[in-house]
Structure formats: C-alpha cells, structure tokens
C-alpha cells in the first residue's frame, strides 16, 4: 500500500498544477490573486505537500511567485515579458507548424479543419468564450500533430 500512495501524490501534484494553471489561462485566478494553500488542499481533499508542490512548479514556470511568509500569487507580468513571451510562442508555434504539416494524420487536419470552421461561427457571433476554447483545441492538435512531445510541452508552458 506504501507504494500506491508514492504514486498518487506525484499524480496529483500534477493534477492540482494543471487545474491551476487552467484557472489562470482561463481568467478564474488572475494576477496577483493569492492562492492559498489550505483552500486547495481541502478542494482536491489532499494534504498541503502536494499543493506546496504544484505551486512550486507553476512558479518554475513563471505562472506563480512564490514569497516567503506571503504565500504564493499569480504573477503580472510586465508587459515587456509579454512581448517576449510572445515573440517565442510565434517561433515554437512556427517550428510545431512546420513539423505537423509532414506528419499530422489526415483525420487529424480534417478535425483542425472542423475546429476552424466552427471557431470563425462562434467568432463571428461573437462567442468569445466559445471561440477560445476552440482556439485553444485548434492549437492543441496542431502541437500534437508536430509529434514531438518535447516541442508540445514546451509551448504549453509557455501557453
């Protein structure tokens, strides 16, 4: 049993930090919102280690600073690190682009072709939500369609 529970807490550290970092690209925490530790713990029914944890990985990744005695808040970001986070989404995007289009299966860009077609409705009715959350979909395959996991976790971190 000893090993079941070392399984599951990785598991759920990356659980929390994905539901997390969803929340932040979603609008749900917004920056400079504090996130505290006990109010998480007792949503995913979990101890503090493995939120501790997931807020130490979403700070590796610039989503949230850590500060001693102050907790963790999502970060704002200068609008400086936006420009450059930006301008490396254009080459990842652009190398992810360049990889799918030799490997991505047919069903594959035949569903990209769907998600396009749907997003320009939502867009056009003006169904920001909607049309974001197929954006994202849209994107999402393409970087799966590269078939080069590295290259696909690399842009959804920056994401």
Known sequence: MAGTAHIKSPYRTTEIARWIRDEIERGGFRPGDRLEE???????????TPVREALIHLSSLGLVELRQRRGAT???????????????????????????AGRISPDDLEEMARI????????????????????????????????????????????
């Open 116 to 159: 396009h077609d749907s997003s320009e409705v939502h867009f056009n009715n003006g169904d920001v939500n909607a049309y974001y959350a197929l954006n994202r979909e849209f994107h999402e395959r393409l970087y799966r369609g590269a078939g080069n996991p590295y290259l696909e976790a690399s842009i959804k971190d920056i994401r």
């Open 74 to 100: 999502v970060t704002l970001l200068s609008p400086d690190q936006i420009v450059s986070m930006f301008e490396l989404m254009t080459e990842l995007e652009s190398v992810a682009s360049k990889l799918a």
């Open 38 to 48: 006990r109010p998480l713990s007792e949503r995913f029914k979990v101890s503090k």
